[in-house]
């Protein structure tokens, strides 16, 4: 990494923000109203109306036409596939910007709501830790009336919805794969570059779309997809279904989630990592397994 940060973030960093949305005329204006609302300003937002089939378009052309930060994109609706999709909405809105005039590279979901704060404390993060490549807050979830911590991932891993990245880490991780699991990735990829990811405990994001459901629980069909394409070899894809299944108190979903997994391997679907990066991921799962499980 280079290092002359020092005296270049003396000045204000600039935020692109690029925003997948299919079919959220019912939340897209509060995340649009928190972004507006934000004490940092100096940003431009794309919103990417993926083949929307209700009032997204009116909901985007009503900040358009009031603030001349926000654009949009409109793609036809893009194939259905879990974390693939996004992201093909993701890449779609960045290609109609030239990312060297930006400093920061977010992806933001369009049923969220940032705290005022949000992108002033991002910035000042980015601007005093040279190492931080991938910056965000915790996520919150409505659960009888109150917010409370979603709780679905680490407490040091930045959630999908709510993703900041340095410019400089972006490019040298070459972007968001197109592909489930895309979104730890990501993390696993940064850290190998030598970038740190970075959670923010005190900036709070709202998560607006399920309130009051536990969206958390998957399908034994998505662990076994997901362990797959994030490329992880079948010693390490049976140890992460036994701790699913362990969670869900249930021998059966470990089978199920196994039966998925080998389904994929026995198509040879189509894998979005490089055979390089899929060893750097195994490496990392290894680690992290010898020091929490083996105590090594």
Known sequence: MSFFYSSFYHFTLKFLIIIPAHNEEDNLSFTLDSLQRQS?????????????????SQVIQRYIGQDFRFETVNLEKSAHQPGSKVV???????????????????????????????????????????KYGLVGGLLYIEKNGSWVYEGNSSKHHVRGPMKAYRRESFIEMEGLRETLGWDNIDSILL??????????????????????IDYTIKPADYYGR??????????????????????????????????SYEYCRSQKLELKISKKEQKIINNQRWKMLKKKWLKM
Not at 42 to 50: A, E, G, R, S, T
């Open 40 to 56: 940092f300003k100096d940003f431009k937002v794309v919103i990417v109306n993926d083949g929307s089939t209700d009032g997204t």
């Open 191 to 212: 850290e190998n570059l030598g970038w740190k990811e970075v959670v923010l405990p005190e900036l709070h994001v709202q998560l607006i779309k399920v309130k009051g």
């Open 226 to 259: 997901y362990f797959y394409f994030l490329g992880l070899n079948r010693f390490l894809a049976y140890i992460a279904s036994s701790k699913e299944a362990m969670k869900s108190k249930s021998v059966s979903f470990f089978f199920k989630i196994i039966k």
């Open 88 to 130: 093909n909405a993701f890449k779609n809105g960045l290609k109609t910007q030239d990312i060297a005039n930006f400093d920061v590279i977010c992806k933001f979901d369009a049923d969220i709501i940032l705290p005022e704060n949000y992108l002033e404390t991002i910035e000042n993060a980015f601007k005093n830790n040279p």
